[in-house]
């Protein structure tokens, strides 16, 4: 199932107030640009769309058209194998980009579902690209978003790949903790709406070791646990769980 309800154009003043803590701010309000760019960038946001939990973004093998901000919510994006089993390839937050699988080959490669009630801004890619021609900063800051969300992406997965367990769920919260405190959420106590099965599938850990490990965890005073909600109690163990070889 698809969102639903559709809104009109964000203006300038809107964009200011709810895109603050946005990857997607660079874009839409990059520094430089004079009164005619912004007000040509703001009809680029041409729509806003809501989605439920369980709600479908896109799906692998849709046509690709848009990029889409995440405005507020969460959202995970997994490949469907044909036994029915997911591989969960990544989990997307307010401020984040989605739909980047799809630029080289104008198919998305995953699918994308909401996790909870999540809003996104549609940025149509088309006309993306021909306002990135005609306005060399919107070109400079679009190639630096991108290429953030990707590294990140990269360089998480690269460490996941070496590490044992305990490391790579020590990195993942570490990781959510670094990317929540960046959109001025707290570092240490937050709330994870993925499942332990979502998680597992993500670091390549079976459920029950996802579990148990996060029981050490607790056991250790390193972090606390109440269903979905996460609360760091000893970054420095963390850190340091992340390094063991």
């Known amino acids: 199932m698809h969102g639903i309800q559709p809104t009109t154009a964000l203006n300038l003043a809107a964009l200011r107030g709810v895109c603050g803590n946005c990857s997607m701010r660079e874009l839409c309000l990059p520094v430089g640009l004079d009164q005619d760019e912004i007000a040509t960038l703001d009809r680029l946001i041409s729509t806003r769309r809501t989605y439920r939990r ?14 889409y901000a995440v405005r507020r919510g969460f959202f995970k994006t997994f490949i469907l194998h044909e036994d029915g089993r997911e591989q969960v390839t990544g989990f997307q937050m307010t401020g984040e980009i989605l739909g980047m699988d799809a630029i080289s080959t104008d198919a998305h490669a995953c699918d994308a579902m909401a996790l909870e ?5 549609e940025v149509p890619f088309t006309e993306l690209e021909r306002l990135s021609g005609e306005i060399p900063a919107l070109q400079r800051h679009f190639h630096k978003t991108l290429s953030r969300e990707i590294v990140r992406d990269q360089g998480l997965m690269l460490l996941l790949g070496s590490m044992r367990a ?3 769920l020590a990195a993942f919260l ?10 001025g959420y707290s570092r240490s106590e937050f709330n994870l709406r993925m499942t332990r099965e979502d998680i597992g599938s993500y670091l390549g850990m079976k459920l029950e070791t996802v579990s148990r490990t ?4 607790q056991e250790e005073g390193v972090i606390e646990v109440h269903g979905k909600s996460i609360r760091l109690l000893d970054f420095a163990r963390l850190k340091t769980i992340t390094t063991c070889r």
Request: net charge negative; with cysteine; hydrophobic share 30%.
């Open 166 to 168: 305990e490391e790579r």
């Open 54 to 67: 369980g709600d479908s973004l896109y799906r692998a093998g849709d046509s690709f058209n848009s990029l």
């Open 174 to 183: 570490l990781n959510f903790s670094q990317r929540f405190g960046d959109r």
């Open 214 to 217: 996060l029981s050490k965890f």
């Open 117 to 121: 009630d999540s809003e996104v801004c």
